[in-house]
Nanobody, 121 residues
């Protein structure tokens, strides 16, 4: 089993910054793509940013230029630096990781429990 532990959510004023972190632990041979998704009240879950094991990043248009995703392959962690936050960014943010548990290349997607980000004055 693999667990994803998220941290860094909270309350911030518009224009402020937060940094989310996620650490994968458990039976892991390799972590492939990792990413962050979010779900706002009354909305479906949407992609925020993903990053490959090689460091290639992809962002939703709504956060491009404001958010930066990064990872540490040695520690199996992924982070999301969020700058210039807007009220529209308010949501529960979920960490995602695609994990191979052994040298037999069977990949499974895992999700964190979610961390609340609230942007309000």
């Amino acid at each position: 089993q693999v667990q994803l532990a998220e941290s860094g959510g909270g309350l911030v004023q518009p224009g402020g910054s937060l940094r989310l972190s996620c650490a994968a632990s458990g039976v892991i041979f390799r972590v492939n793509d990792m990413g962050w998704y979010r779900q706002a009240p009354g909305k479906s879950r949407e992609l925020v940013a993903t990053i490959s094991s090689g460091g290639f990043a992809n962002y939703a248009d709504s956060v491009k230029g404001r958010f930066t995703i990064s990872r540490d392959n040695a520690k199996n962690t992924v982070s999301l630096q969020m700058n210039s936050l807007k009220p529209e960014d308010t949501a529960v943010y979920y960490c995602n990781a695609r994990v191979e548990a052994s040298i037999i290349r069977i990949s499974t997607d895992y999700w964190g429990q979610g961390t609340q980000v609230t942007v309000s004055s």
